[in-house]
């Protein structure tokens, strides 16, 4: 096995709330490769004290901040700079939220107030913490940064609801960003957009279970777990990867590139015909009831 890809590198981990997270295992693999870094949720999360036991595990400090509060941004980074003893090499956004999934309404109703939140929480944060970063100068030369997202921001996926406007928002901002702090310092920012996993986020989406089935069905190599993601995070904060900059990557078993799969033809197609609209149709394609 490969050891000592991070050693020496420094960096900030947004999003561990519980073991599920895509964030706890990064945290976890980073450590394995010789990174420090400061673990960082929001309040409410620090609240539930999970994350108190990540932080032991991996030697890691714990601080709070609101992603969306700039004034919170600027003290993290000021703090884990002091904790580190210098600048950072790696940051991860793994940190995705939307009040209208939680709540359960309908794409066709969203409450505008709530999509504000969705995205200035999962797309907008991105920015706020690229800037203050760069405003800041606190990313040394060829550092990393990654943030995690999904394939709806190109394809529909009928209840993940404005969360695909969030993912789009924030692979642009990747893109954007990614030229200007390219420029000035060399720094990296790219985005994996991962298979569905078995989070407290990812569960939140409606159809969660047919959304993991049906990806698993579909992809050659099956879906990705947290523990894949993470080697790949590692692998994208690593000098291994210097040139790899603006992408968005999709770490998904292949189901991205997929149209249909023999294993969806042979066991997973239960509709039977039931979404054709006109029965005559129907039988001819797939015989009398
Ligand atoms: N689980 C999946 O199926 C899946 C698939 C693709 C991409 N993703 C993305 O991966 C990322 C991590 O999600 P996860 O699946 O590990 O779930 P998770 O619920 O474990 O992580 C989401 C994190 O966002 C944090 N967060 C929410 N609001 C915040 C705020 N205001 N300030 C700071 N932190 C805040 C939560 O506390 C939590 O730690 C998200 O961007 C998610 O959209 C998840």
């Known amino acids: 096995m490969i050891q000592n890809l991070l050693n020496g590198k420094k960096g900030i981990i947004f999003g561990a709330l519980d073991e599920h997270s895509i964030a706890w295992q990064v945290a976890l693999k980073a450590h394995e490769q010789g990174a420090s870094f400061v673990l960082t949720n929001a309040p409410i999360a620090l609240r539930k004290g999970d994350i108190f036991r990540l932080g032991e595990q991996t030697g890691s400090e714990v601080i709070s901040a609101d992603i969306t509060q700039v004034d919170e941004i600027e003290n993290l980074i000021t703090e884990s700079r002091n904790i580190l003893g210098g600048n950072l090499d790696f940051i991860l956004h793994s940190v995705g939220m939307s009040p209208n999934v939680r ?9 505008y107030n709530y999509l504000n939140k969705t995205l200035d929480v999962s797309a907008i944060s991105l920015h706020k913490v690229l800037q203050t970063a760069y405003k800041m100068d606190a990313i040394n030369e060829w550092g990393s940064v990654v943030a995690l997202s999904y394939i709806a921001a190109q394809r529909t996926y009928s209840t993940y609801s404005d969360m695909a406007q969030a993912k789009a928002m924030l ?21 994996i957009s991962q298979s569905p996993t078995i989070t407290t986020a990812g569960t939140g989406v409606g159809g969660f279970k047919s959304f993991y089935a049906y990806a698993q069905c579909m992809s050659p190599l099956g879906n990705a777990s947290s523990e894949d993601c993470a080697n790949f995070c590692v692998m994208m904060f690593s000098d ?7 992408q968005n990557l999709f770490h998904d078993g292949g189901y991205s590139t997929m149209g249909i799969s023999e294993t969806l033809i042979q066991s997973c197609f239960t509709c039977q015909g039931e979404c054709f609209d006109d029965i005559a ?3 001819r394609v797939m015989g009398k009831k």
């Open 103 to 111: 709540k359960g309404l309908h794409y066709t109703d969203l409450d």
């Open 281 to 283: 149709e129907r039988e």
């Open 171 to 191: 692979e642009s901002i990747v893109r954007s960003f990614g030229y200007h702090y390219g420029k000035k310092r060399k720094v990296r920012i790219n985005s």
């Open 240 to 246: 291994l990867t210097k040139k790899v900059t603006m």
